[in-house]
Nanobody, 126 residues
Framework: QVQVVESGGGLVQAGGSLTLSCTAS????????MGWFRQAPGKEREFVGA??????????TDSVKGRFTIFISRTNSKNTLTLQMSSLKPEDTAVYYC?????????????????WGPGTQVTVSS
């Protein structure tokens, strides 16, 4: 069973930066893809970016390209996924979720992700 937990959320002014971290632990997790999603109040959960396995290909949603960067560190039983966010905008305000994808793809489809963290709040003030 994979366990996922995010950290690093907070309040930041528009134009500022914030870094989120996610730890996924469990058997075989090192061979999983991982992704970031976010959900703003009253809106559906949306894809932010993801990294595939084994090629470590990264894809981002258009609204964060050039501002957000994903990194990953893998060991036998733990992955650490980082989301560096810069030039933050009020519309980036959301709960950010990390999830694992056992199929290995950097897909934006939530149905491919099987383990999710509880989320971390990011608030960007104008």
């Amino acid at each position: 069973q994979v366990q996922v937990v995010e950290s690093g959320g907070g309040l930041v002014q528009a134009g500022g930066s914030l870094t989120l971290s996610c730890t996924a632990s469990g058997r075989a997790v090192s061979s999983y893809a991982m992704g970031w999603f976010r959900q703003a109040p009253g809106k559906e959960r949306e894809f932010v970016g993801a990294i595939s396995w084994p090629a470590n290909r990264i894809t981002y949603t258009d609204s964060v390209k050039g501002r957000f960067t994903i990194f990953i560190s893998r060991t036998n039983s733990k992955n650490t996924l980082t989301l560096q966010m810069s030039s933050l905008k009020p519309e980036d305000t959301a709960v950010y979720y990390c999830a694992t994808n056992p199929f290995g793809s950097n897909s934006g489809q939530t149905t491919e992700y099987d383990a999710w963290g509880p989320g971390t709040q990011v608030t960007v003030s104008s």
